[in-house]
């Protein structure tokens, strides 16, 4: 272009006095550099979106879990998309200690109620992924540590959750999510 | 650049010369690093770790290359591979421990890279760019070693993926959906072992041309030394081939006696037993921590552990870790001062020592369980840590007097420059 630009030169001064400095070849100029830009971004689509998760991983997205051998007190853990899901049958007493916590106090304020299935308040299900920084929290088996709040306790970095597995001490922002899942039968859920 | 006084290349054979016609490759060499460079001729041996950090990338490249003809990125199979490597392959155990070994050794050679560089005050003008080349190095290093320490796929390898691939999620509204992007997942599987493998083998080929680019950068002005007083005259230098290649040479030696008897000797030392059990996603470790390297920068990321405002703690850890190294950038403009070397400033040089503490007692901290008092003094010394960045550093440039500077790298050298005497007159 500058060849061009510097051979013009006597004519677009004409034409800048005269208030008409914009020339064909600026439009061409404009037109294959967008044409190009666009090009360029399109391009990235494929190369961004091949990064998401792929259908394999997507379609591993639920899981069936039979309730029947839970006793009040025991948790189990299964999987929901290879990550730890936590089911613990609570015990009254369980439940009366969630409820029994004033909602202003929480960091991430839900009643159990909101947290459970009405009519199965006793089956609390969540996501077994710390909401820090996604380690599993300890709490479903036998005689592992539950935290202050009787309910799980994080050891990568100290979060403590309650029994209705909500943040109530540590660095974690959020209380343990809970997925999508319906109850099928008295004793089995679909989970995702 | 070169100084004037600078020899010429002259190849004498005729096949070098026509070499250096066609493309001056070998001139390009000896100016770079032969007897066209001329050196500050009062270099000590902390001028040593430049070198030893480009032998250590090597290191690292050729190694790695020859790893990644036997390594599998399956996460079925990925951990067995491994073990096949260190049981089955021909020397296999000798390289991947040469390879585990030589990201410690690099992170080593790199961190009192670095702090020669906080003590000399060679981040200042006009030797920013070189400094700010090196940051981008050490970042992308951070990146390369985290990823290579994730392809074993053991416990650790799975949860340190785990934990620091949620750093992204504490993004405000689009984290989860950035972190589950680069995870190809919703926790680390086959599609982030393989991404990871892919970059881990990309990044070590981009750091070296960052490489390229720091040591283009430093051949404009010439190495700093350890006067911090600028080359005035020939008498100041000495050409890097043969005296610096013997020295860096002889440190090389040192060395590699050291990382060798490491490598030999207690290959695992600097690593974690959970490593050698496979990874499991339904079972965190009781004890997570991260290679010894980012102890400092773990630490400054635990030690947020209440909201603030509308920060949650987690967003504010991430912000804080990210922000101790990204400070870095800023360090040219941060200190002042006129004098580069620490040896003639007395009050930041107290404070450099209080410094280098500081990243020792973080150091611990972040190698230690995420419980009192390890929190309390994590949350001080990260403190401490911004307060000499962005408090300290500026304000000792400005109040301090600085001692006596000598007239030359000759004088400084030899006690009396003759030039000196001239430039009195």
Known sequence: MTDNAIADTSDTTAQDAAGLGVRRRDFINIAAVSAAG??????????????????????????????????????????????????????????????????????????????????????????????????????????????????????????????????????????????????????????? | MSFPWAQEYAPAHPFMKWVDEKLPLPRFVYNAVGAGYPVPRNLNYFWNFGILAGVCLMLQIVTGIVLAMHYASNADIAFSSTEHIMRDVNWGWMLRYAHANGASAFFVVVYI????GFFY??????????????????????????????LPWGQMSFWGASVITNLFSAIPLVGDAVH???????????????????????????????????????????SSNPTGVEVKSESDTVPFHPYYTAKDGFGLAVFLLLYTAVLFFAPNALGHPDNYIPANPMQTPAHIVPEWYFWPFYAILRAFTQNFLFFPAKLLGVLAMFSAILVWFFLPWLDNSPVRSGHFRPTFRKFYYLLVVDMLVLGYCGGSPAEEPYVMVSQIATAYYFLHFLVILPIVSMVETPAPLPFSITEAVLGADESAALAAE
């Not at chain 1, 879990?65 to 369980?94: C, H, M, W, Y």
């Open chain 1, 38 to 192: 666009v090009g360029g971004a399109a391009v990235l689509v494929p190369l961004i979106s091949q990064m998401a998760p792929s259908a394999d991983v997507l379609a591993e997205s639920s899981t069936e879990v039979d309730l029947s051998a839970i006793k009040p007190g025991q948790a189990i853990k299964a999987v929901f998309r290879k990550q730890p899901v936590f089911v613990r049958n609570l015990t009254p007493s369980e439940i009366a200690a969630a409820d029994a916590v004033p909602l202003a106090s929480l960091r991430d304020p839900e009643t159990l109620e909101q947290r459970t299935k009405p009519g199965h308040t006793n089956w609390l299900i969540t996501m077994g992924v710390c909401t820090h920084l996604g380690c599993v929290p300890l709490g479903t088996g036998e005689g592992e540590p539950k935290g202050e709040f009787g309910g799980y306790f994080c050891p990568c970095h100290g979060s403590q959750y309650d029994t209705a597995a909500r943040i109530r001490k540590g660095p974690a922002p959020k209380n343990l999510m809970v997925p999508d899942y319906v109850f099928e039968t008295a004793t089995t859920v679909k989970i995702g």
């Open chain 2, 113 to 116: 890279h670095i702090f020669r």
């Open chain 2, 121 to 150: 005050g060679s981040y200042k003008a006009p030797r920013e760019m070189i400094w700010l080349l090196g940051v981008v190095i050490f970042l992308l290093m951070m990146a390369t070693a985290f990823m290579g320490y994730v």
């Open chain 2, 180 to 222: 589950t992007w680069l995870l190809g997942g919703f926790a680390p599987d086959n599609a982030a072992l393989n991404r990871f493998f892919s970059l881990h083998f990309l990044l070590p080929f981009v750091i070296l041309g960052v490489v390229i680019l720091h040591i283009w950068a430093l051949h404009i002005p010439g």
